[in-house]
């Protein structure tokens, strides 16, 4: 992609909003600043005429009744000193530093420049009644990289995100701070450190700078461009999961969900399928995974096999339990192993498609709004200069309520919600992969452990359930929670810059969990392969009698069965004998490679916190994911 953007208040895409907001230049459409001058111009002869028009010759809010003199009464009061600014230019410089009021630790500087960059390309549609030079000049700021100190809390959502905007405007106008090569300062010397001078505004220019939704908008599209990654990266965790599980393929097949076909569900299944492409271990016979069992130096017969750090094993199911079930013993050798008996995994493994998919769902709905705001008109009052047959100002000048970011809160309150479900199911997944009751035959916590000292994954589960709690939280929609504001003339307002930045704030931590369903999955991987590998070496330098000592409950060598139960040993033997290796899918492999180049097997205990960090990281940078993409 270019390193300018052009603006045209027409044609901007998340893409490109995304470039700008890591530090591409903006380039000013001539076209559209043809409408610009155009409705200015239209603004300056209204003015002229004295027609009253709201935010030009009238107070903003509940002042809206107060109409603008062309001199102020306060001149009259004794001793005043007379203002050299008429009160239509006080009025706007008034409005924004007097609005410039947000709390709280700053923005990053991407969302900052988001914010700019949405707001010269929304006054770029020519009905803001904002000079060409001042747009210049806003648009200059932003290229020259002076990014407004924008504190996080203070937006109700309507009239738009007016105290964050503010913000921005106020280092337009040579106060407030801004950031500078990192460095904070006075808003005046950072235009001064980069050439440039202060803008006194016009009619209407402040209102046209600080009225309209580009915090809630920026947030949110800087939001889904992380979570649309991490959706993948999702399904991604998921499928190593899965393979770490031996598990059952059948649930993703492209004829089951043709018959449900929500499009994030298929996708999601397509997705899983793709990434498991290639993979020996999902849809393997029950009876050739073997289970764990603690390694004892009498465990294997080889100094190879010995520093296997497990051992394995297998339970016979006795002729006298095979009652009923005797059609599935012809197929599946009556042994017990490490994949039970059932033909389908647990939820959070079969219905991945089902639950990833209505988070992909949400998404793209969010996606379909945020690409409608990002070149929509968003202030207030708009302005048609050039429509015809118009009696009144009123019919030119029309106060509506584009800055309500409704339509932005309650998207972002239905991603919100489905945050914390990717977490969550990521976590049940984690959860099952550490306990060793629900985890098919790996040891617990994905450890050896034979003397009782080790904790292995253990604490790691936890941290995850610590931040799916966190995030379920904080999930509740701020977009329900109407507090009224401007004396109740803005009676009922969106919430929805509080939701976007609970979201962009959410992501991080979604993020965060998936990296350690990941790292987990690695762990678990690495014992299933090795552990249906090692089966496998064993059954090709033996015999049924040597192998029948890795199978527990066989009858006693003078039963009437024990023909029988080696002959089965036997089958089962050569069955493991004469499988090639037992793999994962290649996306997988490769995704596998690239969290072992930075996070070692653990065979026994150690410190975790630095590894921990790592696969967060290696969520967060994307190199996970790209690794899987590369295959």
């Known amino acids: 992609m270019s390193n300018i953007v052009q603006l045209d208040g027409l044609s901007l895409q998340r893409e490109q909003l995304v470039a700008v907001a890591r530090g591409a230049r903006v380039a000013l459409d001539e076209t559209a600043l043809v409408r610009v001058a155009?409705?200015?111009?239209?603004?300056?002869?209204?003015?002229?005429?004295?027609?009253?028009?709201?935010?030009?010759?009238?107070?903003?809010?509940?002042?809206?009744?107060?109409?603008?003199?062309?001199?102020?009464?306060?001149?009259?009061?004794?001793?005043?000193?007379?203002?050299?600014?008429?009160?239509?230019?006080?009025?706007?410089?008034?409005?924004?530093?007097?609005?410039?009021?947000?709390?709280?630790?700053?923005?990053?500087?991407?969302?900052?420049?988001?914010?700019?960059?949405?707001?010269?390309?929304?006054?770029?549609?020519?009905?803001?009644?904002?000079?060409?030079?001042?747009?210049?000049?806003?648009?200059?700021?932003?290229?020259?990289?002076?990014?407004?100190?924008?504190?996080?809390?203070?937006?109700?959502?309507?009239?738009?995100?007016?105290?964050?905007?503010?913000?921005?405007?106020?280092?337009?106008?040579?106060?407030?701070?801004?950031?500078?090569?990192?460095?904070?300062?006075a808003g005046g010397e950072a235009l001064k450190r980069k050439g440039l001078t202060p803008v006194e505004l016009s009619y209407k220019e402040g209102l046209a700078l600080n009225n309209g939704t580009a915090q809630m908008l920026a947030t949110g599209v800087l939001a889904l461009q992380q979570l649309e990654d991490l959706l993948d990266t999702a399904d991604l965790a998921a499928a190593m999961t899965i393979d770490a599980f031996a598990g059952r393929l059948g649930a993703f097949a492209p004829e089951v969900h043709a018959l449900r076909p929500h499009p994030g569900q298929v996708k999601t299944a397509a997705n899983l399928l793709h990434v498991l492409e290639g993979s020996t271990l999902s849809d393997i016979a029950y009876h050739l995974v073997p289970k764990f069992?603690?390694?004892?130096?009498?465990?294997?017969?080889?100094?190879?096999?010995?520093?296997?750090?497990?051992?394995?094993?297998?339970?016979?199911?006795?002729?006298?339990?095979?009652?009923?079930?005797?059609?599935?013993?012809q197929r599946f050798l009556p042994f017990r192993g490490g994949k039970k008996?059932?033909?389908?995994?647990?939820?959070?493994?079969?219905?991945?498609?089902?639950?990833?998919?209505a988070v992909r769902d949400a998404v793209e709905q969010a996606k379909r709004v945020?690409?409608?705001?990002?070149?929509?008109?968003?202030?207030?009052?708009?302005?048609?200069?050039?429509?015809?047959?118009?009696?009144?100002?009123?019919?030119?000048?029309?106060?509506?309520?584009?800055?309500?970011?409704?339509?932005?809160?309650?998207?972002?309150?239905?991603?919100?919600?489905?945050?914390?479900v990717l977490a969550s199911i990521s976590e049940r997944r984690l959860n099952?992969?550490?306990?060793?009751?629900?985890?098919?035959?790996?040891?617990?916590?994905?450890?050896?452990?034979?003397?009782?000292?080790?904790?292995?994954?253990?604490?790691?589960?936890?941290?995850?359930?610590?931040?799916?709690?966190?995030?379920?939280?904080?999930?509740?929609?701020?977009?329900?929670?109407?507090?009224?504001?401007?004396?109740?003339?803005?009676?009922?307002?969106?919430?929805?810059?509080?939701?976007?930045?609970?979201?962009?704030?959410?992501?991080?931590?979604?993020?965060?969990?998936?990296?350690?369903e990941l790292y987990t999955a690695a762990q678990a991987l690495d014992l299933r392969r090795d552990m249906i590998n090692a089966a496998c070496e064993l059954a090709r330098r033996s015999d049924a009698a040597s192998f029948a000592a890795k199978v527990s409950g066989g009858p006693l060598p003078d039963s009437a069965d024990r023909a029988e139960f080696l002959a089965e040993v036997d089958a089962l033997r050569v069955q493991l004998a004469q499988a090639g290796e037992f793999r994962p899918g290649k996306a997988v492999a490769a995704a596998h490679a690239a969290i072992r180049a930075r996070l070692p097997y653990l065979e026994r205990d150690r410190a975790l916190d630095g590894e921990v960090a790592a696969a967060v990281a290696m969520v967060a940078e994307g190199s996970v994911l790209k690794a899987a993409r590369s295959v």
């Open 38 to 185: 155009r409705a200015a111009e239209f603004l300056a002869a209204q003015v002229d005429k004295q027609e009253p028009i709201y935010g030009v010759s009238t107070g903003f809010g509940s002042n809206a009744d107060k109409l603008l003199g062309a001199h102020r009464l306060r001149d009259q009061l004794p001793g005043a000193t007379k203002s050299a600014q008429p009160p239509h230019i006080e009025l706007q410089r008034n409005l924004i530093v007097t609005h410039a009021v947000c709390v709280g630790e700053p923005f990053a500087p991407e969302v900052v420049r988001a914010m700019l960059c949405i707001r010269i390309n929304t006054l770029l549609r020519g009905h803001s009644g904002i000079r060409v030079q001042t747009l210049q000049a806003l648009a200059d700021m932003l290229n020259a990289d002076i990014v407004p100190v924008v504190p996080q809390l203070g937006s109700v959502g309507a009239s738009g995100d007016l105290a964050p905007l503010s913000h921005l405007a106020i280092v337009l106008l040579g106060g407030g701070e801004a950031f500078v090569d990192g460095v904070r300062m």
């Open 370 to 420: 945020l690409d409608i705001e990002l070149n929509a008109l968003t202030d207030n009052p708009i302005v048609f200069p050039d429509k015809v047959n118009a009696k009144h100002v009123e019919e030119q000048v029309i106060s509506a309520g584009h800055f309500h970011g409704m339509p932005l809160a309650l998207a972002m309150s239905y991603v919100k919600a489905a945050i914390p």
């Open 432 to 516: 099952k992969l550490v306990d060793s009751a629900n985890n098919d035959g790996l040891p617990a916590f994905l450890i050896g452990n034979e003397d009782g000292t080790e904790s292995g994954f253990m604490i790691v589960q936890y941290t995850a359930a610590a931040i799916v709690n966190d995030l379920a939280s904080r999930a509740m929609p701020a977009s329900v929670y109407s507090i009224p504001t401007s004396a109740n003339a803005e009676d009922h307002v969106s919430m929805g810059a509080n939701e976007a930045r609970h979201v962009l704030a959410m992501v991080g931590d979604l993020g965060k969990v998936l990296g350690l």
């Open 293 to 329: 069992r603690s390694w004892q130096p009498s465990s294997w017969d080889t100094p190879a096999s010995q520093a296997l750090g497990f051992d394995i094993g297998w339970d016979w199911v006795p002729l006298n339990q095979r009652h009923g079930r005797e059609k599935f013993y």
């Open 341 to 357: 008996h059932q033909p389908q995994d647990s939820y959070s493994l079969r219905c991945i498609p089902q639950v990833h998919g």
